[in-house]
């Protein structure tokens, strides 16, 4: 109630009341992907999320985009982030979950998983407020039926990713998390963050849940650069 009085809920697209971004311009801004990808490889997958041959490479069953990076995008995770318009990490869900209406294949998987997320570092949970990677995840776990769990601690303090080369990304990131859980956990989980770049921060809480004997482990993230 408070943050709708000063952060009034009207699209920051064409100005319409209700929402930080209406249905039509959800429509007309996302770029949804069309076709999804194979993240190791790049070339177009038609069944399954990687490629066979792929599947050497990497920790993740497969990585399902939503829509690209773009500068509407950008802008859009950039305000969520450093402004704090809690409400638009829904608007975000809402477009996700849009998406995933349209894909059986990742809808049952996510229904059939638990889901979890990339987490932040306890100094930036506190100087943001919170993670909207867990927002956004709890949001799609409860569309979806299934359940949203902290799976994922991170063991040490990681350089901020941005600037740096992929190889330095990785090395950065090497087994910088772990899976830390006492309850039960489905075979097959759910790893959710908002922007994916070169894949090495999902790679590794890939890694972290395989190592705790996750069977499959998917991606999903509203964004790919
Ligand atoms: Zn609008
Ligand atoms: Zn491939």
């Not at 943050?3 to 801004?29: A, H, M, N, R, T």
């Not at 830390?180 to 890694?207: A, F, H, P, Q």
């Given at each position: 109630m408070i943050l709708d009085l000063i952060f009034p809920k009207i699209c920051q697209c064409c100005g319409e009341?209700?929402?930080y971004i209406c249905d039509s311009c959800i429509e007309k801004k996302f770029k949804y992907t069309l076709k999804q990808k194979c993240h190791v490889c790049k070339k177009a997958v038609n069944k399954g999320m990687i490629h066979?041959?792929?599947k050497a490479e990497s920790f993740l069953d497969?990585?399902?985009i939503i829509a690209k990076y773009d500068k509407?995008?950008?802008?859009y995770i950039a305000d969520i982030k450093y402004e704090f318009y809690y409400a638009m990490i829904q608007d975000l869900v809402k477009v996700m979950n849009k998406y995933l209406e349209r894909n059986k294949k990742f809808k049952k998987i996510i229904a059939q998983s638990?889901?979890?997320y990339v987490p932040l570092h306890f100094w930036r949970k506190r100087w943001r407020g919170f993670n909207q990677a867990e927002r956004i995840a709890s949001g799609i776990a409860e569309e979806w039926g299934s359940k949203c769990k902290r799976l994922l601690k991170r063991k040490r303090n990681t350089k901020c990713q941005v600037g740096l080369k992929k190889k330095e990304r990785l090395n950065n990131l090497k087994d910088a998390f772990e899976c830390k859980y006492s309850g039960n956990v489905k075979r097959s989980v759910v790893i959710i963050d908002d922007v994916m770049t070169t894949g090495s921060t999902l790679e590794e809480c890939g890694k972290a849940l395989k190592d705790a004997d996750i069977e499959k482990v998917y991606g999903l993230v509203a964004a790919r650069g």
């Amino acid at each position: 109630m408070i943050l709708d009085l000063i952060f009034p809920k009207i699209c920051q697209c064409c100005g319409e009341v209700g929402s930080y971004i209406c249905d039509s311009c959800i429509e007309k801004k996302f770029k949804y992907t069309l076709k999804q990808k194979c993240h190791v490889c790049k070339k177009a997958v038609n069944k399954g999320m990687i490629h066979d041959k792929c599947k050497a490479e990497s920790f993740l069953d497969g990585v399902f985009i939503i829509a690209k990076y773009d500068k509407f995008i950008e802008n859009y995770i950039a305000d969520i982030k450093y402004e704090f318009y809690y409400a638009m990490i829904q608007d975000l869900v809402k477009v996700m979950n849009k998406y995933l209406e349209r894909n059986k294949k990742f809808k049952k998987i996510i229904a059939q998983s638990d889901v979890t997320y990339v987490p932040l570092h306890f100094w930036r949970k506190r100087w943001r407020g919170f993670n909207q990677a867990e927002r956004i995840a709890s949001g799609i776990a409860e569309e979806w039926g299934s359940k949203c769990k902290r799976l994922l601690k991170r063991k040490r303090n990681t350089k901020c990713q941005v600037g740096l080369k992929k190889k330095e990304r990785l090395n950065n990131l090497k087994d910088a998390f772990e899976c830390k859980y006492s309850g039960n956990v489905k075979r097959s989980v759910v790893i959710i963050d908002d922007v994916m770049t070169t894949g090495s921060t999902l790679e590794e809480c890939g890694k972290a849940l395989k190592d705790a004997d996750i069977e499959k482990v998917y991606g999903l993230v509203a964004a790919r650069g």
